[in-house]
Nanobody, 123 residues
Framework: QVQLVESGGGLVQAGGSLRLSCAASGLTFSGYYMGWFRQAPGKEREFVATINLRSANTCYAASVKGRFTISRDNAKNMLYLQMNSLKPEDTAVYYC????????????????WGQGTQVTVSS
């Protein structure tokens, strides 16, 4: 079955960096558009970044543009999110997601989800 497993979360001070990873299995990774979403306590899940099949196109939420970078390695079935200049408001559970149809910022368009990894940014 399809599995998406996130890792790399943790506690970091404001201004610091983290690199999240998402290991995919059970699907032809190169055939899926991938995305990162996050959910803070008491808030709805929100879009962070997305990347198309061959990394030619990316899209970011305005709140993270210029600080976060999404990338993928199709040979390794891996998705990444490099997060720099972290802010306390970036604190959330971060999820990777996969869909076969299109590059999209809408969570409901994604078929598969990981279990999430916690990112906590202290001030």
């Amino acid at each position: 079955q399809v599995q998406l497993v996130e890792s790399g979360g943790g506690l970091v001070q404001a201004g610091g960096s983290l690199r999240l990873s998402c290991a995919a299995s059970g699907l032809t990774f190169s055939g899926y558009y991938m995305g990162w979403f996050r959910q803070a306590p008491g808030k709805e899940r929100e879009f962070v970044a997305t990347i198309n099949l061959r990394s030619a196109n990316t899209c970011y939420a305005a709140s993270v543009k210029g600080r976060f970078t999404i990338s993928r390695d199709n040979a390794k079935n891996m998705l990444y999110l490099q997060m720099n200049s972290l802010k306390p408001e970036d604190t959330a559970v971060y999820y990777c997601a996969a869909n076969k149809v299109l590059i999209t910022t809408t969570a409901s368009n994604y078929e598969y989800w990981g279990q999430g990894t916690q990112v906590t940014v202290s001030s």
